[in-house]
C-alpha cells in the first residue's frame, strides 16, 4: 500500500508536500459545502479538507464514522487563528486530491469515550482499543517493557523461557488445570509463577535469569485481579539482598526514566516491617501522605484508663495515635463513620481527642477520653504527636498487629478523603519479614512469602527453636502504596529446606512428593540464589496513571473471569472432553451452567 | 556476597590482582603435591591452583565434582609453554588465598557430556545446563529475542499480549483445555496461535504488533514437536505482502548478523509455490543443494513407452528427472533402495539411466528404459539435464503433485547421502499457494494456510466459482530446506470472509457460533491487513546448529508430553477436580493411569 505518514505526525516540515495518509474517519462537519474530516491512525489525528469542486467529494460525502480510508492530500498550513494547539497537527490541514474507502463501518455499537461502561466496552474491545487513551496506555506499556529489557540485558541477565504446562503445586492459590490426553487421569497445572524454575535454573549455572512470565490463579477475583497475570521475574546467584535490591533499584529508575522522564530517590528508603506497621501500620505504607502512627504507651501507661493503660503494658500490644491537622472540624457523624470504617479491620472502638487550644492543656481539648487523661499524659502525647490547635488525635490501642493495622487503614482512608496525598513517586524497601504467620483456625504456622524463603538465621536449630520469631530475607518494594513486588533470598541448603517444610506441616515423605525434584536439585551444589518478581498490570497502571489494572491490559477478563469479547469459557462437546478423559459434572441447577455469555453446545 | 569477577573472564589483563570467584569445581587434579582446580561459571572455566602450604589446601583437599565454591586468590600469568589457547582464560591461573564451600554435592547423576542418553538429560535437567554448550544454546537464544526485539521496536511495532486462558477454536489442531470453576462445565482452551487476536487489534488501529508468544497444539507429538512451543507473532495494517516481506528480511539479517556476524542475501529470492514443486519438488525447498529437477515431457510425450508418455502429455502430470553428479558409481542396491525410499511418498517406481558415455547417444546408456526412448528423446532429455558422463539421471513420472514430492525427498536423501549440501544460509520466499486443498476422503476443501487468508483475486465471485484454481496472498519463510515462517495478507472484508467459511463447509450459522466476534469486528471499518508467524524454536535451533529443538529449550518435554524432571503431568485428587466441575474417566487398563512417572495420589 502506498501509507507516506501517519495522520498524528503530519505537521507544517510537510506543508506544500502530497501525503497519503490511511485511518479511521474520526468525525465529519460540513461547513459552508467545504467537508471537514478528522482523520485517525496510531499517531493521532489529523484535519481532512474536501473542497466542493474536488475529485474526492463525492466519496468523502458518504464517509460515516469509524470508516477505514486512504486519503491523498496536500498539506497546507492553516492560517494562525485557526491554529489548534491542542494538536501535534494543529496548524496545518491536507487538502484531499483522493479518498480511497477501504472499508465501510456500521454504527458504532459504543460511544467510543469514557463515558462507555465497562461491560460494552469489554464486549467491542477492539472498537474501545481505537480510543487515544488505550493506544497510550498499551504503549507506555511496550515502552515499559522495552525499558525494563534494556535494564536487564546490561546487568548480564539471560532472558529465558520457563513452562506453561507444568505440574500442580499444592500449596499457595488454587491452580489452573489441564486435562492430558495421552497420560489418561493427569493433569498438567498452569504455573502460578516460576518460582521453582528459576531456582532449578540457578541451579543450572545460568547465574542471572529474567523472564516477562504469564502467571495464573484461579482465585475469586477481587475488583482488580485477573486470572491471568503478567510478572517480571528475575534470579540471581551468589548475591545477597543488598544486591537484589540495588539492581531491582536501578531497573526501576530506569524504567521511569525511559518511560516518564521521572526521577525516582536513589536510594530507595529501607523500612523493616516492623518499623513499617509501627510507623505506618501497613506493610506497604504510602509515604505520600504525610503523618504516621505515634506510639504513646509510655505517656498512657500509668493512666487508671484500662482501654489505654492494658495495651501500653502489654509487650504485644500497643496504643497508637495519629493526627489530623485540622481535624478539629470534623464532625460527630463524620467522626463516627471513621469508627464504622476502622471496625472493618478489627477495631473495637476508636478514642479522639479535638485539641481546641494546644496552649491551654487539658481545659484546651474536646474529648469523651479527656476525664481519663492527666496533665502528664497529655504534655506527652501532645509533644510525641505534634498536636496542634484545630488538630484531631485519634486513638487505636490493643493487640500490636490489629491497632497498628486498622490505624494504618484510617491514615490512608483520612488522607484520600482530606486530599493531602502529596504528588510524586514515593518507592521504599520493606525487609525482615516474619518466617511464618501463625493461622489459629487451622492450628499451623504459614509462610509469610513462600516456603522457599530464606531465614536471616541460617541456623536450622534456631530456627526450630523459636518459628515465630524468625524474620526472613524476604523484601517488597512499595510504591505509593502499591507492592510492585516482592522476593527473597533463597534456601539453598537442603536441610534447612527440609526443617521449613517441617515446620509448614509439610513432612519429609510428603516433601518428597510434591517438590521432590526441589530436594533432589538441593543436593547437587546449589549456589546462593536469591530474587524477585514484580506485578507489570499493577506497575502499567502506576504508569498509566490508570486506577484499574483491566484498562492497561488489551483483553482482559472481568472478575468473574469471562472475555465478553470472545466469550470464553465456552462448553464443549462431549467427545472432545471424552478424548481428555473428562467428564462435565454439571448439577441441573447450577446457576452457570447455562451462563448467557453464549456457547457453542 | 564478594564475588569480583566471572571465572570465565580472568585473563592475564588481571595478572598480579586479587580476584574472588563463584562457580562449581569442574575437575580436580593433584600434581606433585599441588592441587589444580577447574573452576567453573556461566562465562566458562578457569584454572585454580592450591599450593601445599595454604591456607586454603585443607578445604580445597575435600572438593569434589560439582561443590559450589568461592575463591579468593591471585592471578599468575602461566609460562608460555603452558598456555591453553582453547580456552579464553588459558594464559593464567588463580593462586588460591582462601576457598569458601558454599555447597556440596552428591555424586553426578550423568556424565555430563554428549554422551548422556536423553532421558537422564532431562530428568536432571538442571545439571545437564550447566554443561558449556547448553548454557551457549540458551545465551544464543536470549540473543535472538534482543535482536527480534531491536528490530522490531525499530519500525513501530508494539509489543502486545494476548490472553492465555481464551477460547477454544473447533478448526486446526487439538486444543488443550482448561475447566472453568467459576463457570461450571464450560472450559477455556489455550492458543494455538494469537491469530484471531493479532487481527482483532489490527481493528483495533494497533497499526503495528508483536509479540513472542506461547502456543499450545495437543497433537500426537512427531519427533521434534513440542505441547508448547514460542512464535514470534506479528501483524500490521495497510500494507501488502511485498511490505510484510521485506520488514521480514530486514528482521532476519539483523538477527543473523547481530548473533551470528552472518550476512544473508538482500533481497531473498522469491519462488511460486507452483515453481517450487515444479524446480524442487518441495514447498520449502533447500537451495544449498546443487541440481534441481527438470521437466522433461517435451522430449518423452511422442514415445511408445507410456509409463512416461502418459504423465507427460496429461496436464495435471509429470515426467520430471533428476541428474545426480557422479551417480554411476551407485549399485544396484543403492538404486533399489532410493526406489524403496521414494514409495513412501507415493512413487510406484523410479526409473534410472547411467551415462557411461555422454559422447555417445544411446550407445552410451545403461538403463532398464534405454531401449524405450530414441536418439531425440536422450538428446532432449541430456541437454535439458546437462546429464555427463559419469553421471546417473533418476525420473519420476505421474501425477504433477506426487511426482515431483516425491523426486523432491529423493533430491533431499541423496544430497545428504552423498555429502552435497553446501555451507551457508539459504533463505527464500514461496509465495502464491493454492487457497484450498481437497480434501478425497472426507469431501471437503481445507484452507492451505487458514480461513483468514485472502486470495490473490479478491472478487468474492471468482473465488465462489472456481475455488480449486485459486491463489491465496500467503507467504512462507524458508531457511535452508526449513520453513522459517509463514503469513498472509488477510481477508479484510466480511462478504469475502463468510464465501470462504462456505467453501470450507463453514455456513453462516456455524460462523458466527464459532468466529462471531470476528465477523462482528470486521464490520467496523476492518483495515486492510497482514502478518506473519515464526517458528522461534526450530529458528534458535539452526542458529545454534543443533538438530534438536529440545537442546534450545530450557526446560522440554517428551515425545510423550511429559516433563520428566517435575513428573508433570500427575494425578490430581477427585475434590480439586470436583471444584472444577469434572471427573476423571479412566478405564480400568488404561495403561497410562497409573503411569511411573510419578503423581501425588
Chains 1, 2 share one sequence.
Not at 489529523?46 to 469509524?66: G, H, I, M, T, Y
Not at 469489554?122 to 515499559?144: G, H, I, S
Not at 491514615?411 to 493531602?420: E, G, I, N, V
Request: net charge negative; hydrophobic share 40%.
Amino acid at each position: 500500500m502506498n501509507r507516506s505518514h501517519y495522520c498524528g505526525e503530519v505537521t507544517e516540515a510537510l506543508a506544500g508536500q502530497s501525503v497519503t495518509l490511511c485511518g479511521w474517519v474520526d468525525r465529519t462537519r460540513d461547513l459552508g459545502g467545504l467537508l471537514f474530516m478528522g482523520l485517525r491512525d496510531t499517531a493521532g489525528v489529523v484535519q481532512v479538507v474536501v473542497e466542493p469542486d474536488s475529485e474526492a467529494f463525492p466519496a468523502a460525502e458518504k464517509l460515516r464514522n469509524e470508516f477505514c480510508v486512504q486519503v491523498t492530500g496536500t498539506v497546507r498550513e492553516r492560517p494562525e487563528s485557526q491554529w489548534n494547539e491542542q494538536m501535534a497537527t494543529g496548524r496545518i490541514e491536507v487538502v484531499a486530491n483522493a479518498i480511497e474507502l477501504l472499508n465501510a463501518s456500521a454504527p458504532m455499537p459504543l460511544l467510543m469515550t469514557d463515558e462507555d461502561g465497562e461491560e460494552v466496552r469489554l464486549k467491542y474491545r477492539y472498537l474501545d482499543l481505537r480510543r487515544p487513551r488505550m493506544q497510550r496506555n498499551l504503549k507506555v506499556r511496550a515502552a515499559m517493557y522495552r525499558a525494563i529489557r534494556n535494564s536487564l540485558d546490561e546487568r548480564r541477565f539471560v532472558e529465558l523461557e520457563t513452562p506453561i504446562l507444568t505440574r500442580a503445586t499444592p500449596e499457595g492459590a488454587r491452580d489452573y488445570l489441564v486435562p492430558s490426553r495421552v497420560h489418561a487421569g493427569q493433569f498438567f497445572a498452569l504455573p502460578q509463577s516460576p518460582q521453582l524454575f528459576k531456582q532449578l535454573l540457578m541451579m543450572s549455572g545460568m547465574d542471572r535469569y529474567y523472564q516477562i512470565a504469564r502467571c495464573f490463579r484461579d482465585e475469586d477475583l477481587r475488583a482488580d485481579r485477573q486470572p491471568e497475570f503478567t510478572q517480571l521475574d528475575m534470579e540471581l546467584s551468589f548475591v545477597s539482598e543488598e544486591e537484589v535490591q540495588a539492581i531491582s533499584e536501578d531497573l526501576i529508575r530506569e524504567v521511569f526514566r525511559d518511560v516518564l522522564g521521572d526521577d525516582l530517590p536513589q536510594p530507595f528508603p529501607r523500612l523493616s516491617w516492623r518499623e513499617a506497621m509501627e510507623r505506618f501500620g501497613s506493610d506497604k505504607p504510602d509515604l505520600r501522605i504525610p503523618g504516621e502512627l505515634v506510639t504513646v504507651d509510655g505517656h498512657v501507661a500509668h493512666l487508671e484508663f484500662k482501654v489505654f493503660a492494658g495495651p501500653a503494658a502489654a509487650h504485644d500490644q500497643r496504643v497508637a495515635a495519629l493526627r489530623v491537622p485540622g481535624g478539629a472540624e470534623l464532625s460527630r457523624k463524620q467522626i463516627d463513620d471513621y469508627t464504622k470504617y476502622v471496625a472493618r479491620y478489627g477495631a473495637k472502638g476508636l478514642a479522639w481527642i479535638k485539641v481546641n487550644d494546644a496552649g491551654a492543656g487539658l481545659e484546651g481539648l474536646q474529648s469523651p477520653i479527656a476525664k481519663f487523661l492527666d496533665e502528664g499524659a497529655w504534655s506527652g502525647i501532645a509533644e510525641a504527636s505534634g498536636a496542634a490547635t484545630g488538630d484531631l488525635l485519634f486513638f487505636g490501642a490493643g493487640d500490636w498487629q490489629t491497632a497498628s493495622t486498622f490505624m494504618g487503614q484510617l491514615r490512608l482512608k483520612l488522607a484520600h478523603d482530606r486530599d493531602t496525598v502529596e504528588p510524586g513517586w514515593k518507592p521504599l524497601w520493606v525487609t525482615e519479614f516474619p518466617m511464618f504467620e501463625w493461622d489459629a483456625e487451622t492450628g499451623r504456622y504459614y509462610a509469610m512469602h513462600h516456603p522457599f524463603t530464606a531465614p536471616l538465621d541460617p541456623d536450622p536449630e534456631a530456627l526450630r527453636a523459636d518459628p515465630a520469631a524468625a524474620l526472613s530475607r524476604g523484601y517488597d518494594l512499595v510504591l505509593n502504596g502499591s507492592e510492585l513486588g516482592g522476593g527473597s533470598i533463597r534456601i539453598h541448603d537442603p536441610k534447612l529446606q527440609q526443617v521449613v517444610f517441617d515446620l509448614l506441616g509439610i513432612g519429609a515423605e510428603e516433601a518428597v512428593e510434591k517438590f521432590g525434584f526441589l530436594l533432589e536439585a538441593l543436593r547437587y551444589g546449589a549456589p546462593p540464589h536469591g530474587g524477585i518478581a514484580f506485578g507489570l498490570d499493577r506497575w502499567a497502571a502506576l504508569l498509566t496513571g490508570e486506577e484499574s489494572i483491566r484498562d492497561v491490559i488489551a483483553f482482559p477478563k472481568t472478575t468473574t473471569a469471562q472475555c465478553l469479547m470472545t466469550a470464553a469459557p465456552s462448553a464443549i462437546a462431549d467427545g472432545q472432553l471424552a478424548e481428555l478423559h473428562v467428564r462435565s459434572v454439571v448439577e441441573a441447577d447450577q446457576p452457570d451452567a447455562s451462563n448467557e455469555a453464549g456457547e457453542s453446545d
